[in-house]
């Protein structure tokens, strides 16, 4: 019976082959029939590229199943329909429901949450199995909610799916989606929530897949706002890179927080102590005194030709224009166009009491004529200039700094050799903050209908407070973990950082049960969570396989080589995480013995195809290998102010196999408190 069953589900697999091609034609022939039917050429234009798009869309579609699941219906609102769920919609035949329906359809959402207790009118919920190159069904698995049949984490299916091996960038998880995660994911477009998430929980998958959720929901509204995904690092955000178009969405924009508020070159560095003062929330209230400090009041009345009259404003009205404007809080360059609209208004006052009716051109004419008395009292600023002139001024920075900042902060900022010009300054990261403060004092920035910050609780308030403005009128989406926070200005509570971001009131939500990293890995980190500064639960982890092997090595290189050998025995990715002096050594040692390596900074620095990635532990955060092999952590703890954070991250990258090498004595966090308590001893 079940080979009968499955032999249909393969000829149904076939089907929704062919109707996809048909798909494809369709919209290439639609291509060629929008460009004659366009009533001019502005909407033949948008047309044309929004019917190409969708047709190169169609035609890279991954190269994966049309569906993993199926849904029979006995009762409700979908009384005897089947529904096969997939990562994206199949057409049927004219006038027939779709042969495959989007995960994200309202429908779908019952895949997702029926169980045995509420089945949602579902009688059979189906999980199919499948195997890669080519691509064919194997199997399937049914659940009978309707006689309290539920499978839950005893899924085959659906562990091999989690066990995966993980090789290339991060895959979409649509097939595995927990009822928690989906009800984050479906979340409303007005909402903001904050995920904290353990190693492995799924949060970032979460964050992407609500990315999905809301393009389809919302295509229209977001599609004029732009959605925005902000990453810790290059690194990270080319390991995500390939979720999103997997499931049909490629208007996103995906971005690093520095790269998002860098003006030019960023070739400047600042020490720790410059940086924590820059990334302090007290610069923006310094910011804001040194670019009202430009802000002058009347020097006295003022006189404008006007024909054979010279018209004059007087002193006192002057003065309740800028105070005026000033009172009222809006961005400075808005308050400098009010000071000369007003100021303008009163000359137009007097002309039309004499008899004149201005027109635009006698506008334009007092505009020029009151340039230089509003130079004076509302300049136009940039806001390079600004942060340079503070930085570059001990005496401009003592008189915006008084009583926020202290001496010794303030010389800490200040730059030894001040460049001629803004223009020739070598902007550090921190710097691009501080302009990007003061550009939104000028002018609100370019707000998203929607921005997913993953890695939140690294951020410093200052860059919280770059997102707040871009995202204003829009939700936010804040996803992190306070055991990871490695920076020095990283958030001890995320009620803090929730309000520097904007969003005080976002719903926080906490996910405690790991899918990528196994019980033995969980049980050392969550250990090591005890002498953390962070207040979050214990991890559970769904993974019963994986391995974790703890090992002294007087020799770490010839121990790491032999480690990853037995690891190439395997089938998926391999790392190799360390301090940054201590890596370099292994990575020549791997190399020396005729492994190939690749690097984050150049994945092909070694071979193309190589399975084996040298990760800096200062760069793992966020990165998911099925084997890794972390050498000397107690390197990796002294590297940094916040290094046994950073050793947290280090040891929750591996999603099968860990390795822990080391020849000085292990930190005493990490091994089990008796053994722990005998080293004290």
Known sequence: MIGTELDDERAYLARCGAALLRMIDGVRLNVVIGERVAGDRYSAERLGRHLKSLAKELAEEPDGPPFFGRLDFDSGEHRGQRYYIGRRHVSGDTGQQPMVIDWRAP???????????????????????????????????????????ELGTASRIMAAEIERPRVGPMRDIVATIQPEQDELVRAGLDESICVQGAPGTGKTAVGLHRAAYLLYTHRQRLSRAGVLILGPNQSF???ISAVLPALGEVDVEQT?????????????????????????????????????????????????????????????????????????????DVGRERVLSRTVAVLRRQAESRGQTPNAAWIRKMNRAVTGFLDEVWPAVRPQEVVAGLLGDPAALARAAEGVLTPAEQAAILWARPPRSFKSARWSAADAVLVDEVAGLLERPRGYGHVIVDEAQDLSAMQCRAIARRSEHGSITVLGDLAQGTTPWAARGWREQLGHLGRPRAELIALTLGFRVPAAVVAMANRLLETLAADVPETRSFRADGRLRIREAPDLARATVAAVREALDHEG????????????????????????????????????????????????????????VVAEPAEVVEAEARGLNRLYVVLTRAVSRLDVLHSRPLPPQILPRVEADRIEA
């Open 573 to 628: 990715s391999i790392a190799v995480m360390a301090a940054d002096a201590t890596l370099e050594r292994l990575t020549t040692a791997l190399r020396a013995q005729g492994v190939a390596v690749a690097t984050l900074d150049d994945p092909a620095s070694d071979a193309p195809a190589a399975r084996v990635t040298a990760v800096p532990a200062a760069m793992a955060k966020g990165l998911e290998y099925d084997h890794v």
């Open 107 to 149: 429908v779908s959402r019952v895949f997702y949450r029926a169980g045995a207790r509420d089945p949602q009118g579902v009688s059979v919920r189906r999980r199919f199995g499948w195997s890669k190159e080519p691509i064919t069904l194997t199997g399937f698995e049914d659940e009978r909610l309707g006689h309290g049949q």
């Open 237 to 239: 955000l080319g390991y």
């Open 256 to 332: 690093t927080v520095d790269r998002l508020l860098a003006r030019g070159p960023l070739r400047g560095a600042d020490g720790e102590e410059a940086a924590a003062v820059k990334h302090d929330v007290r610069m923006a209230a310094v910011l804001r005194r040194a670019l009202y400090e430009r802000v002058r009041e009347p020097g006295g009345p003022i006189t404008v030709p006007d024909g054979s009259y010279r018209r004059r404003v007087r002193e006192e009205e002057l003065r309740s224009i800028v105070e005026g404007a000033r009172r009222e809080a809006t961005p400075y």
